[in-house]
């Protein structure tokens, strides 16, 4: 089977840099997905590393490391509207399976 | 435009009358899946399907039932709705392939009394 673990929330302030940590448990996976959700509403793409390193996508970067069995999303230079929850995905030969994912705040 | 399609988005029903929430994609993808949220464990998927007339059991397929007839279509089926099945349901697409994003749909938020 798979599970994944993230923190469940996290604060931050608006302007700053937050990293949203991801470790899991699985067997042979293609890669490791980040997806986004406002209240209210479906879960987003947000980025996917299939190689270990890191994926930049403007404010939002993606790293992997297969060895450790750990990936996090770094957002930067956060912003009022990245108040959402964000959840890790392990990409398998079926639909993603999620981990419970993490709730940002972002504070003034 | 891309999209997955859910009705209906909001349900009240009572305990033991069947329920179909229906859900379609138009952008020809094999992997089609429902997940149900509850607060606190995230996304749980119920049941997938990799392809026409292929489904199989996710992590928590008690007391729900689909189908896949149509490669667009992928009706989430409740025989006998019980109030612990009150949550916010998920349909969603993707292609066959590594790293092919996901779709989900707007969400079905059903109410069992």
């Known amino acids: 089977g798979q599970s994944l673990e993230q923190p469940s929330e996290v604060t931050a302030v608006e302007g700053a840099i937050v990293q949203i940590n991801c470790t899991y448990q699985t067997s042979g996976f293609y890669g490791l997905s980040w997806y986004q959700q406002h209240d209210g509403g479906a879960p987003t793409f947000l980025s996917y590393n299939a190689l270990d390193g890191l994926e930049e996508t403007g404010r939002f970067s993606s790293f992997l490391s297969r060895s450790d069995s750990y990936g996090y999303l770094l957002l930067q230079e956060l912003q009022m509207k990245d108040s959402a929850s964000y959840f890790c995905a392990v990409s398998l030969n079926t639909p993603l399976v999620f981990g419970k994912g993490t709730r940002l705040s972002v504070i003034a | 435009e891309a999209q997955v399609t859910q009705n209906p988005r909001y349900l009240i029903t009572v305990t033991g009358k069947k329920l179909t929430v229906t859900c379609s994609q138009n952008m020809n993808h094999e992997y089609m899946s429902w997940y149900r949220q509850d607060p606190g464990l995230g996304l749980r998927q119920i049941y997938y399907?990799?392809?026409?007339?292929?489904?199989d059991k996710g992590d928590v397929p008690e007391g729900y039932k689909v189908s896949r007839k149509e490669k667009r279509n992928f009706p989430l089926i409740l025989e006998s709705p019980s109030p612990n099945q009150t949550s916010l349901y998920f349909c969603?697409?993707?292609?066959?392939?590594?790293?092919?994003?996901?779709?989900f749909g707007p969400g079905t938020r059903l109410l069992v009394l």
């Open positions: 399907s990799m392809n026409v007339e292929v489904t």
């Open positions: 969603a697409s993707r292609s066959r392939g590594r790293g092919e994003t996901q779709y």
